[in-house]
């Protein structure tokens, strides 16, 4: 705490003094909050633990920014952003938590029980909200208590901002519409969608159709999207690691043209593709 407090102090200072950090606003601060996000992402994927620790100081300093300049307009502070996330945490997590915490100044979880919820001979009685054990459950408790809040989400699918990169937004939809019951009762009867939606892309393509085959291969994409779901692959993380596994192989190969002294474009497709297989052999990526 104390060091968060001095972090928010220098944030101040700098407020107060800084010439680049007085003229931030929200429109100006959002693409380098972006940035950070993704830097944040490269670095967890890399799993670079001192970058990490940097980098979610990044995105703690962004997160602060945009309190701070809300502060200045009297709209809400830093202990407004917390104490409405520690509300919010508390509400979606029955199991943990009794409803009864949820302003609590020192929050006890479970266990915990207030005197009314216990019987008359003290013991407690049964709470059906307590009963949440497998993640699946949590999931699904999470995205009912988000549909009757107040300020919550109006649907189901409402919750998926529309600014998230594609592949990762057919996950999110899947994914909360599993949470209501939506979805495959075997996953291994995903397979069938997937050949079927593979056809018809290559039937699109035979036929030259440019507007319909780039909506059959978005059909196949999202059933491939789903696919990984169901076996609980990450397919952005997936997808993320065989570009770094493409990228590291290219690379190995145009490194190999320049120490020969022959560009990629004189090389033939037969010496690059052996390369290749000397850069799986040597990178074992």
Same mark, same amino acid.
């Given at each position: 705490?104390?060091?968060?407090?001095?972090?928010?102090?220098?944030?101040?200072?700098?407020?107060?003094?800084?010439?680049?950090?007085?003229?931030?606003?929200?429109?100006?601060?959002?693409?380098?909050?972006?940035?950070?996000?993704?830097?944040?992402?490269?670095?967890?994927?890399?799993?670079?633990?001192?970058?990490?620790?940097?980098?979610?100081?990044?995105?703690?300093?962004?997160?602060?920014?945009?309190?701070?300049?809300?502060?200045?307009?009297?709209?809400?502070?830093?202990?407004?952003?917390?104490?409405?996330?520690?509300?919010?945490?508390?509400?979606?997590?029955?199991?943990?938590?009794?409803?009864?915490q949820i302003d609590a100044e020192d929050p006890k979880p479970l266990p915990y029980v207030p005197e009314e919820v216990k019987s008359e001979k003290g013991k407690v009685k049964s709470d059906d909200s307590a009963k949440v054990t497998t993640v699946g459950q949590v999931l699904e408790n999470w995205e009912? =208590?988000?549909?009757?809040?107040?300020?919550?989400?109006? +649907?189901?699918?409402? #919750?998926? /901002?529309?600014?998230?990169? &594609? @592949?990762?937004?057919?996950?999110?939809?899947?994914?909360?519409?599993?949470?209501?019951?939506?979805?495959?009762?075997?996953?291994?009867?995903?397979?069938?969608?997937?050949?079927?939606?593979?056809?018809?892309?290559?039937?699109?393509?035979?036929?030259?159709?440019?507007?319909?085959?780039?909506?059959?291969?978005?059909?196949?994409?999202?059933?491939?999207?789903?696919?990984?779901?169901?076996?609980?692959?990450?397919?952005?993380?997936?997808?993320?690691?065989?570009?770094?596994?493409? =990228?590291?192989?290219?690379?190995?190969?145009?490194?190999? +043209?320049?120490?020969? #002294?022959? /560009?990629?474009?004189?090389? &033939? @497709?037969?010496?690059?593709?052996?390369?290749?297989?000397?850069?799986?052999?040597?990178?074992?990526?």
């Amino acid at each position: 705490m104390q060091a968060f407090g001095r972090f928010l102090d220098v944030l101040d200072a700098l407020r107060a003094n800084c010439p680049w950090d007085k003229k931030q606003t929200n429109e100006s601060l959002r693409p380098n909050t972006i940035e950070e996000t993704y830097e944040l992402c490269d670095a967890l994927i890399k799993n670079d633990v001192h970058d990490i620790c940097k980098e979610l100081g990044d995105v703690l300093l962004h997160i602060c920014f945009y309190a701070k300049i809300a502060e200045e307009k009297e709209q809400f502070d830093m202990a407004d952003v917390c104490n409405a996330l520690t509300r919010k945490m508390i509400t979606r997590h029955p199991h943990v938590y009794h409803p009864s915490q949820i302003d609590a100044e020192d929050p006890k979880p479970l266990p915990y029980v207030p005197e009314e919820v216990k019987s008359e001979k003290g013991k407690v009685k049964s709470d059906d909200s307590a009963k949440v054990t497998t993640v699946g459950q949590v999931l699904e408790n999470w995205e009912q =208590i988000k549909l009757k809040e107040k300020d919550g989400n109006e +649907s189901v699918l409402s #919750g998926v /901002p529309e600014a998230l990169p &594609s @592949l990762i937004k057919a996950y999110r939809i899947q994914d909360k519409a599993r949470n209501v019951g939506f979805d495959w009762e075997q996953k291994e009867d995903v397979w069938k969608k997937v050949r079927e939606e593979l056809d018809e892309l290559e039937v699109e393509l035979k036929k030259e159709d440019k507007e319909n085959s780039t909506k059959e291969l978005g059909d196949f994409l999202f059933s491939v999207i789903n696919a990984a779901r169901l076996y609980k692959l990450n397919p952005d993380n997936a997808l993320e690691m065989t570009n770094r596994k493409f =990228i590291d192989r290219f690379n190995y190969i145009e490194a190999h +043209s320049i120490k020969i #002294g022959k /560009p990629l474009k004189t090389m &033939s @497709l037969s010496e690059m593709d052996e390369l290749w297989n000397e850069a799986k052999k040597v990178l074992k990526n």
